[in-house]
């Protein structure tokens, strides 16, 4: 008998631990279906703001040395952080700047219209992380998405207008009665979360537990 597992996927955009926890989870979805073939996953990309209240764009290093202090970041956070991305196959760098990353989650929120989600999730990282360029910046967005596979001039249309607006503040406002209060987090079947970026290995034993519950159910 098929089982589908459906995992809603909290994040940010500017959250490393989130790249680094979409790497982990597709890993473990990847290995759990290898001796599971009956069971298969739905993801769904939901918003998180860090700093919602954010309205202009500054320096992402010196703005993380700021928050943390430049001698515990540079030695201790970016170290670790870095290390784990690598791990993954991201190749995290801390150039470019820090935007408000609202109309980035509005194109999330678009592409599942598309089916691309997934892809535009992996773009969006890709271009903050690794390519240090500007989540506020329309055009960057657009390409992210022509990338990913959607067509970039109607993402520009849709970046323009205030589609999805209402929608994303009533997700963001979700988090709460949600008790997420952090990200990445990861409900899986509406019944179980999971908090943090954790290992591929920790995610396939909560797969395991959650075939077995709702199996018996």
Same mark, same amino acid.
């Given at each position: 008998m098929s089982q589908i597992i459906r995992i809603k996927a909290t994040i940010d955009t500017v959250c490393p631990w989130c790249f680094i926890g979409k790497r982990r989870i597709e890993e473990a979805i990847k290995e759990f279906k290898k001796a599971h073939s009956n069971v298969n996953f739905k993801l769904q990309w939901l918003p998180f703001q860090l700093d919602p209240n954010r309205a202009q764009s500054t320096n992402k290093l010196e703005t993380y040395r700021k928050k943390f202090g430049k001698e515990q970041f540079d030695e201790q956070i970016a170290p670790r952080v870095i290390s784990a991305a690598k791990s993954v196959g991201i190749k995290l760098a801390f150039g470019g700047v820090i935007s408000n990353t609202f109309d980035s989650h509005r194109l999330i929120w678009w592409a599942d219209k598309f089916d691309k989600q997934d892809e535009v999730v992996e773009k969006l990282f890709e271009l903050y992380f690794e390519q240090n360029l500007d989540l506020s910046n329309h055009e960057m967005l657009a390409s992210a998405a022509e990338k990913a596979g959607l =067509? *970039?001039?109607?993402? !520009?249309? %849709? !970046? *323009?207008? =205030? @589609? &999805?607006?209402? @929608?994303?503040? =009533? !997700?963001?406002?979700?988090?709460? %009665?949600?008790?997420? =209060? &952090?990200?990445?987090?990861f409900a899986i079947n509406d019944k179980y979360g999971v908090a943090g970026a954790q290992e591929p290995e920790t995610l396939i034993r909560v797969f395991e537990r959650v075939v077995k519950l709702e199996s018996e159910l």
């Open positions: =067509d *970039k001039q109607r993402t !520009l249309n %849709f !970046l *323009k207008s =205030d @589609e &999805g607006s209402t @929608e994303i503040k =009533d !997700l963001i406002r979700n988090n709460a %009665f949600n008790q997420v =209060d &952090g990200v990445p987090h």
